[in-house]
């Protein structure tokens, strides 16, 4: 058996270390043309921003959400940036060209040349269809399609579970990370309240929304390629899990 480690954090991603089992020597592997292209897909409370994290972390590439990208390009002044700024104020809907046109230029930086994770694109059939396009034309790789599962009920009791102090705006959850005494903060004694958005009818209908689109996804990529990972363990041992399905997928 071959287990595989990341090098160092500053190292080449491209190395990996693997233990001879036989002569229990490490034996140092090139893998030049190894590009990981991950994307991950999970619901909303199952903590994929901090899964997101951990993985850039472990394989040395970018985690870009498109929230984010979509932030930089309009700052940047970018001729997609002002198309999309100029849609969003006359309040209409940025169109899937225009995300696929900013996902498409985005993964051509330099950072993204071992690779790249994508958190919340593509966020329909057509952009995982345009996105596909996209790898082929540039010779890339197929991704690796990362599904955090968690049951509904688990998300709703973790969601609901959350408090937020008016005061400072710090948040607790009564189950994970509950307040020293009950209902207040630990900082500023302010009774703790919850959000609106953390209410279970908001959070069943954007459970709702996130299955009657993710599910289309996952089906047109085929159970095959899709790694479902057990989201509802302890974030360490998600992390884990992960990292053994895309070393795996690697192979
Ligand atoms: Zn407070």
Redo the contacts with the bound molecule.
Sequence with gaps: MRTAESTPKNANRSQFITIDAVHRQPLVCKFAEVILILLLFGPPGCGKGTQAVFLAERFHIPAISTGEMFRAECQAGTELGKLASSIMAKGGLVGDDIVDAMVASRISRPDCTAGFLLDGYPRTVPQAVAFSAVLQQKGLPNPTVIHLDVPDDLLVARLTARRQ?P??K?IYNLLSQPPKVADQ?D??G?ALMAREDDREAVIRQRLRAYHELTGPILAWYGASAVHSVDGGMAPGKVAQAIALEVEAAGK
């Design positions: 102090c005061r400072c710090r903060c900082d500023d302010a």
